[in-house]
């Protein structure tokens, strides 16, 4: 039987208890300073300015026009997508949540249920090469649509790790570099360090030599997405880590224009970081973002009701995202533009 959203939240909410409350509204307060865990570093501000910097755009309304049915089917590089929205890596799943569900089955039914909506699942990584190793062999039945994120490691392990990867299928891998100020990194003593721009463009280089897309995720400054396209990036995230870097970074969704600004004409610009409904996507869309993922709301949702979880989280993302579309008059996604919101100057 299919349970409703409300079903996987209380369900998933007995499950995650020893780390995250589940809160009516996901925003980084009840959990702020938490990582490991769910929340943000420090003060949770990074966290918390993702979800405000979402709220200061409102959406505004049309229903005089012709859009009553869109089309939010969206390419990415050749794959089509039901929607552009994917789904964010998650490190540690016994770690952050100490719940009962391991990496494995996290991974299985991510994919799984990232299958069934026709959307990307991804992987993170870990210190021990074998991490990654085992993360390639849970998805491999979807490997194809899996983009794993490499950690800032040296290059010559990022190279290993890119063709480990490659032999394994993918297509589309990225790195997380805002990795390098991960407290969860510090506390494992792993190597993981800022990226130059020279190293940036010979890893690159080395991911499309094996023929795979490569995003760099974790920009948050204009010159830093100059730099990735520079060196050859296909695409960048804008995105601080959902908070757990860098305390005190404005939001997600306040960092956008200027990038898309500054290399949206050169490569893909996503982003992420406190999306949690239909019109939360829009919003990042009409900023300039080709595609968003979402990360905490999946980890609840596959707690409540496993690879189905997630498919009922995602299948109602979409459907708010088409009704956000149809009653702001944007029959497609090439529609979408900054005519669609106002925002708040604070
Ligand atoms: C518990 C947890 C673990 C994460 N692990 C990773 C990871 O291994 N690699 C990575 O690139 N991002 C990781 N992230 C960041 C997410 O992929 C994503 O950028 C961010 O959480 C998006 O914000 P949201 O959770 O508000 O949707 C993690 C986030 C959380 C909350």
Redesign the pocket.
Known sequence: MKLTMREIREKARERVKARCKVCPACNGVACAGEVPG?GGVGTGRS?QN?VSALLDHRLVMRVLHEADNPDCSFDLWGNKLSMPVLA????SIPG?LSSDLTDERYTRCLTAGCRAVNTTASV??IPNPDGLKSFLEWSKDYISLTIP?IKPWGVPEVISRLEMAAAAGVKMIGT?VD?AGLPTMRMMAAPVKVRTAPELAKIIKRSHELGMKFIV?GIMAADEATICADAGADGVIV?N??G?VLDHTPGTAEALPPIVEAVGNRLMVLA????RTGADVLKMLALGAKAV?????LAIAVHGDEENGLATYFGQIRQELIEAMRLTGCANLAAINRKIINSRVR
């Open positions: 769910m966290f993702n964010a890596p998650i490190g952050n993170g990584d994120f997380d990795g995720k995105s880590h959902g757990r992420d970081g406190g999306i993922l979402i990360c905490r709301p």
